[in-house]
């Protein structure tokens, strides 16, 4: 006769599981037990010390967290829960919704689609995730999109940064990866939605992405007179676009802006008068726009550009009532004829590097980039070798003014110390 055990709480699928009787639940665990079926695997499992388990139905993974310490007696708990569980499965009292099969490259057409209309005010953002599309469509194929597991990703994720011979595909940096991992994250959201899968893989906790100190790349920052030689090419060229061009980059390494920001700057956004800019909402979803104050060559190239008609600063030659979009092609021809290499974004990254070097403060610096972490701010800063040995110039001369004052002080209480003299009674 089975003596009665204590109680015992444990949750599957939201709901609390209670027991008295922890043989009544081996029971059933022995039940529904048959050798052979695949179905059959369980996995209990510890994360932070409390137990877990997943097991396969129809398929289809099941996970679920209990709650439970890791003690020798939960994990029979556990595995009669995880029994439980399954046999209600069986029973059809709980069940999987049906996810729809479809290929991942069918699907990712259909997430491009999906991109385009979403963030038609932000044709660059989409056009990116569509460029991380070329790697996944390549790999992952005609792989049904629900059929896609943990392993597939990390193997994807191998494969880009070893690259494949056979295909004869280069391997990439780890930065690139990630963003071809934060794009496959937002692919699996869609996905979900479509019940085209049960979870964002990308997101999963036995799944990592590159980290940050491997990703982060360096960028290039320019000197003075490499910034000299570039924006006088730009002037001395006289054309069109090489104008725009000269004159976005002037916005960017003056006050701090994206490519696309200084593209599509409204003319009522431009206060002269008040020698201030607005710009509009940043990148990220929650951010919001920010008030900058022009220096004296912004304020010269907007006052020039406000006489044009339109409501554009930069309007475009070939869509009428639009807004220019891109430069690289001027930027390109520019360096190739200059024998240079950096791309427009590092303009920013030169604005930020000089704004600190020049005494600026970061937390200021992240306000006028429009930046919403400050960590986020920190990966804009690539200080020069002469700027980090003239910081440790100032750092040795202030710690040995410190330490003069301090031997000052202990010479002057060792002078001025009251001198006793011992009466006889």
């Given at each position: ?126 056009k990116r995730i569509q460029t ?136 009522k956004n431009v206060d002269l ?153």
């Amino acid at each position: 006769m089975c003596s009665q055990q204590p109680s015992r709480t444990g949750e599957y699928k939201g709901k609390v599981l209670r027991t008295t009787n922890l043989a009544a639940l081996l029971c059933i665990f022995e039940k529904i037990w048959t050798p052979g079926n695949e179905d059959n695997v369980m996995s209990v499992k510890s994360r932070n010390g409390h137990l877990e388990y997943r097991f396969m139905y129809r398929g289809q993974n099941v996970f679920v967290s209990t709650g439970l310490a890791d003690t020798t007696q939960n994990r029979k708990l556990v595995e009669a829960m995880e029994g439980a569980h399954r046999q209600e499965m069986i029973e059809g009292r709980v069940g999987i919704r049906r996810l729809n099969a479809i290929p991942f490259s069918d699907a990712w057409q259909g997430f491009i689609e999906h991109e385009k209309k979403a963030r038609k005010d932000k044709p660059n953002t989409w056009k990116r995730i569509q460029t991380s599309g070329a790697s996944l469509c390549e790999y992952f194929g005609k792989k049904t999109v629900f059929l896609i597991n943990d392993g597939d990703v990390e193997a994807y994720k191998v494969w880009r940064l070893g690259g494949d011979e056979q295909r004869n595909i280069e391997p990439v940096k780890p930065v690139t990866v990630r963003h071809d991992l934060d794009n496959l994250s937002l692919f699996f959201q869609w996905a979900k939605k479509h019940r085209y899968c049960r979870e964002n893989l990308v997101l999963s906790q036995d799944f990592e992405k590159p980290s940050d100190d491997e990703g982060i790349e360096r960028a290039s920052i320019l000197s003075i007179e490499e910034e000299r030689t570039y924006f006088a090419f730009l002037r001395r060229e006289g054309v069109s676009e090489h104008g725009n061009l000269h004159d976005v980059g002037r916005l960017m390494i003056q006050q701090g802006l994206r490519p696309e920001e200084a593209m599509a700057l409204p003319k009522k956004n431009v206060d002269l008068d008040a020698r201030t800019l607005r710009v509009g909402k940043s990148k990220t979803k929650k951010g919001t726009g920010r008030l900058l104050k022009l220096t004296t060559e912004s304020w010269q190239i907007l006052a020039r550009r406000m006489s044009s008609p339109g409501p554009w600063i930069f309007p475009s030659s070939r869509r009428l009532g639009s807004h220019i979009t891109k430069l690289n092609c001027p930027h390109d021809r520019a360096l190739e004829k200059l024998k240079m290499n950096f791309v427009v974004y590092d303009l920013r990254h030169t604005f930020a590097t000089r704004f600190i070097e020049g005494g600026g403060d970061v937390a200021a610096l992240k306000e006028i980039l429009g930046h919403k972490d400050i960590r986020t701010t920190m990966r804009y800063v690539h200080p020069s070798q002469q700027y980090i040995d003239d910081a440790m110039v100032k750092f040795e001369t202030a710690r040995l003014a410190i330490d003069k004052q301090f031997d000052e002080r202990q010479l002057m209480a060792s002078t001025s110390l009251p001198t006793f003299v011992r009466s006889d009674k």
